[in-house]
T-cell receptor, first 113, second 113 residues
Framework: DSGVTQTPKHLITATGQRVTLRCSPRSGDLSVYWYQQSLDQGLQFLIQYYNGEERAKGNILERFSAQQFPDLHSELNLSSLELGDSALYFC????????????FGQGTRLTVV | LAKTTQPISMDSYEGQEVNITCSHNNIATNDYITWYQQFPSQGPRFIIQGYKTKVTNEVASLFIPADRKSSTLSLPRVSLSDTAVYYCLVGFSRDNYGQNFVFGPGTRLSVLP
């Protein structure tokens, strides 16, 4: 158990809909990272937050957004969903501002039908 | 363009040493190199991280040559339970906006009895 909790574990929704994925980081970790994993694109960095503020952006679509709340949990919002958004979405957390040593959650598997 | 490459797959036998190499040509002076292990339906798990020369922990070693354009993960005496996908990750520095965390495509290691 990495200490990072993601909910829900599975999500099935229709095209055009909007969903919210939730992540609770390890106790004491201030940084949260979101990644998308799909068969054709592999693991792609989406966005990072540190102590409530956006720190870095990767390949995040404009239809996607995220935030980190004062209690440090984070949410990833995906809107106007398309079939191609079906993927595993991982959240990771670390103590440091920028770190490649992070702890990953079990992921949320999103299926868009 | 920040990019990491690695072999798609490797086979080994139990008890052998396995070396997996990752290329990261555009790495900057202060960028760290990290390796992760991933089992099916789980999030990536941190193995080892390094900056230069050699790093060793209880499960692996990481070798980084002087030019830092590649790195090699070494797994001593693999067992069947080491069958997994192994990813390298580099946090590429950017001038204006945090790091870009780029995973390699992953190397699927199959350990045979």
């Amino acid at each position: 158990d990495s200490g990072v909790t993601q909910t829900p574990k599975h999500l099935i929704t229709a095209t055009g809909q909007r969903v919210t994925l939730r992540c609770s980081p390890r106790s004491g970790d201030l940084s949260v990272y979101w990644y998308q994993q799909s068969l054709d694109q592999g693991l792609q960095f989406l966005i990072q937050y540190y102590n409530g503020e956006e720190r870095a952006k990767g390949n995040i679509l404009e239809r996607f957004s995220a935030q980190q709340f004062p209690d440090l949990h984070s949410e990833l919002n995906l809107s106007s969903l398309e079939l191609g958004d079906s993927a595993l979405y991982f959240c990771a957390s670390s103590v440091e501002t920028e770190s490649t040593e992070a702890f990953f959650g079990q992921g949320t598997r999103l299926t868009v039908v | 363009l920040a990019k990491t490459t690695q072999p798609i797959s490797m086979d080994s036998y139990e008890g052998q040493e396995v070396n997996i190499t990752c290329s990261h040509n555009n790495i900057a002076t202060n960028d760290y190199i990290t390796w992760y292990q991933q089992f099916p339906s789980q999030g990536p798990r941190f193995i080892i991280q390094g900056y230069k020369t050699k790093v060793t922990n209880e499960v692996a070693s990481l070798f980084i040559p002087a030019d830092r354009k590649s790195s090699t993960l070494s797994l001593p005496r693999v067992s069947l339970s080491d069958t997994a996908v192994y990813y390298c990750l580099v946090g590429f520095s950017r001038d204006n906006y945090g790091q870009n965390f780029v995973f390699g495509p992953g190397t699927r290691l199959s350990v045979l009895p």
